[in-house]
């Protein structure tokens, strides 16, 4: 006897609710619990009102599936896909506690296979295969009846009839409760699946797709101010800009915590850190467009930034030689104007091991290597990989392997906290030496050259508070984990002296309220440059 897998046969209108039925009871357990914790089932009323809230869930889940039906040939294909990539991004709400919006989304699209790879694990496959793979084949083996245009249309217009009445009785009976449901959880809406990632990719999609600003050089009035003539004017200038990845202020040594995670920083002579900084996202797709723009964070827009001069178009106009040393996934359009320098991988086997991303010794290597012999006014950047997760455990050589036992899984339900914790501290401990040693090499060219360094990192990371892992949550909801970032300056007594700094003053300025909209004004300031974006008054060294 020849064995036959069973087929089902619906019009478009009802494929799409049983679609939207499987989204809603087996994709969204994080999504209840969440509910559930807010009103828990302890009445009646409680009772109806959860009632409520699933009416209301299946009727958006609804909503934004029907549209993926409009086209009937093409129906079942996107139905299939839209499971499938709705069992990919339960399980990153699941697994990681993440909440998924165009920033997600835009994360997703620019990040790299490597990077990527390090997500998966056997427990997305086999979460996927079964929520996601599975369903899906249901819904291509499923026979589409065809009805004729004229009853589709009726199909789909007492679908929505239905979804009016549905929404006009659920918000008679509970429009205050949902209102402050949502008004007070606002993650709510970035957790449940499909909509969640539906709507960001619809939002990512309109906004690669407008049409391009006309460019602003804002910068073309870039000039040395006055600190450049007079003797020594022709001295070497070297500033190195270090741009962190992941790194949170709550686990730098230098902010207090608990373990001493930058113990060389700590004793690295003449250098302030700042304690009370807030990053402009919680992704780097966002933070380092944004740290290097004008904008600030509550008029930053990817679009607009990308038409206009940023920080590194500036300085270049004033008459420094730029570089970027990038060691992330790219420079997200900041260096669009400079080369962006990268390690080969064949050069440093002891830093690129394997498949994964080179560590950052690398490019701390190649940095090193240009200071032998200093000359000009110079910007360096370096772009760093980080405490970049979830394999916190490849950004280290093994001497830097203070705290133990450490999470060796990108799966982290495989892992105990504390190993986690331990893996993350273990990045930080060798930022910390990187850092301190890029300062040693840049004091030793004192007698030759004027030397500083800053570093910042762009946004922090969560590492379980609340059950949260990672980064990229929405700003209004990320925890002040996910915000809070380390940042530090040092500059030889010479560049102070040169560019007229006092240092104590500087120092004493370490607890005020900063963000990464400080940094363009200033580096603006630190190296003198004069042009109309420079806000004085933002700048670190203001008054000092």
């Known amino acids: 006897m020849k064995f036959r897998l069973p087929s089902w046969k619906f019009n478009t209108t009802a494929l799409t609710a049983w679609v939207a039925l499987w989204c809603l009871v087996a994709l969204n357990v994080p999504f209840w619990s969440k509910v559930f914790e807010i009103r828990p089932l302890a009445s009646l009323d409680d009772a109806l009102y959860l009632l409520s809230f699933a009416v209301l869930a299946f009727i958006v889940i609804n909503l934004f599936l029907m549209p993926l ?112 449901t949502f008004r007070n959880n606002r993650e709510l809406r970035h957790m449940i699946v499909p909509v969640n990632y539906l709507a960001g990719v619809g ?45 949170r202020a709550a686990n730098f040594g230098l902010n207090g915590y608990a373990r001493q995670t930058t113990p060389q920083l700590a004793a690295t002579p003449g250098l302030v850190h700042f304690t009370n900084v807030s990053s402009c996202g919680t992704s780097t797709a966002i933070s380092v467009p944004c740290m290097f723009s004008d904008l600030g964070r509550e008029e930053f827009d990817p679009d607009h930034a990308k038409a206009r001069d940023n920080l590194i178009d500036i300085v270049q106009q004033a008459g420094f030689d730029v570089q970027w040393f990038g060691n992330n996934t790219s420079c997200k359009g900041v260096c669009r104007k400079v080369p962006e320098l990268r390690a080969v991988r064949e050069d440093y086997p002891q830093f690129c091991v394997g498949d994964s991303p080179c560590m950052d010794g690398a490019i701390f290597d190649m940095l090193g290597k240009t200071l032998v012999e200093p000359s000009g006014r110079r910007l360096v950047v370096m772009h760093m990989l980080g405490s970049h997760g979830p394999g916190y455990h490849l950004r280290y050589p093994k001497e830097f392997e203070q705290f133990t036992p450490v999470c060796r899984e990108t799966d982290f339900s495989k892992c105990e906290v504390a190993d986690i914790v331990n893996a993350y501290d273990n990045t930080i401990l060798y930022t910390d030496h990187l850092l301190a040693d890029t300062i040693r090499k840049l004091a030793a060219l004192g007698d030759r050259a004027d030397t500083a360094l800053i570093y910042v990192s762009d946004h922090g990371e969560s590492l379980g508070e609340n059950g949260i892992f990672l980064h990229a949550l929405p700003y209004a909801v990320a925890p002040k984990f996910q915000t809070h970032v380390p940042m530090v300056f040092w500059a030889s007594p010479g560049f102070a002296s040169r560019m007229g700094i006092d240092m104590k003053c500087v120092a004493s300025q370490k607890d005020r309220e900063l963000s990464h909209d400080n940094l363009l004004h200033s580096v603006l300031g630190l190296l003198d440059i004069e042009t109309q974006a420079r806000k004085t008054d933002q700048s670190l060294f203001a008054g000092c």
């Open 203 to 247: 939002s990512y999609v309109g906004e690669i797709t407008r049409p391009e600003l006309p460019y602003q050089a804002i910068g073309n009035d870039a000039k040395l101010g006055s600190k450049w003539s007079g003797p020594g004017a022709e001295r070497p200038m070297i500033v190195v800009l270090v741009v962190g990845e992941t790194a």
């Open 69 to 180: 039906t409009l086209i009937r040939p093409v129906a079942k294909p996107l139905l299939a896909l839209a499971v499938l990539l709705a069992g990919l991004a339960s399980y990153f709400v699941s697994a990681y506690g993440v909440l998924v919006d165009k920033v997600m989304i835009r994360n997703v699209f620019e990040t790299n296979g490597t990077e990527a790879g390090e997500l998966v694990n056997l427990n997305l496959i086999l979460y996927v295969g079964l929520l996601g793979v599975l369903p899906a084949f249901l819904v291509m083996r499923a026979g589409v009846i065809s009805v004729g245009w004229r009853r589709e249309l009726a199909h789909r217009g007492i679908a929505l009839g239905l979804t009016v009445i549905g929404v006009g009785v659920v918000a008679a009976a509970f429009y205050q409760d949902h209102a402050s």
